[in-house]
């Protein structure tokens, strides 16, 4: 199985859940990889650690995605890997619900959600994002 820790989703990632006709709730599992130090792109001068760039992100999220009726689920450290093998464990897990997604994709790519991911692109060495929804 290949791994591959991303900052972005590829085009046709995003459009998958562009397409999606749900009108049910997803969650995301968002498993996170942090920098050392954070690393901002317009090459401003920064103490931050990558979780505390990752943290002002992440605050202002969940006031975004809890007004457009989401909710953050649970956050937590990843400790180890008791089953299955990856070559670098991941720092944290979260799960944000979203109330669709249409709902995701119109927070994800709107002007508010660009201008806080300067945080997280700065925190971030990558993610993985996995859309899942009950049955």
């Not at 995301?28 to 690393?39: G, S």
């Amino acid at each position: 199985m290949k791994v591959e820790n991303a900052l972005y989703p590829l085009t046709d990632q995003i459009e998958t859940l562009r397409k999606d006709p749900s009108t049910k709730p997803i969650v995301m599992l968002n498993l996170l990889k942090f920098r050392l130090k954070a690393q901002y792109a317009d090459g401003r001068k920064s103490d931050l650690t990558g979780p505390q760039a990752y943290g002002i992100y992440a605050d202002a999220m969940r006031r975004i995605v809890e007004r457009e009726g989401g909710k953050f689920l649970f956050a937590g450290d990843i400790k180890y890997l008791p089953v299955g093998e990856v070559e670098n464990l991941w720092d944290i897990v979260g799960l944000v619900e979203y109330p669709s997604p249409a709902a995701f994709v119109k927070i994800a790519t709107s002007p508010e959600v660009a201008e806080i991911g300067v945080h997280r692109a700065a925190s971030l060495e990558g993610q993985l994002l996995i859309c899942v929804s009950q049955r």
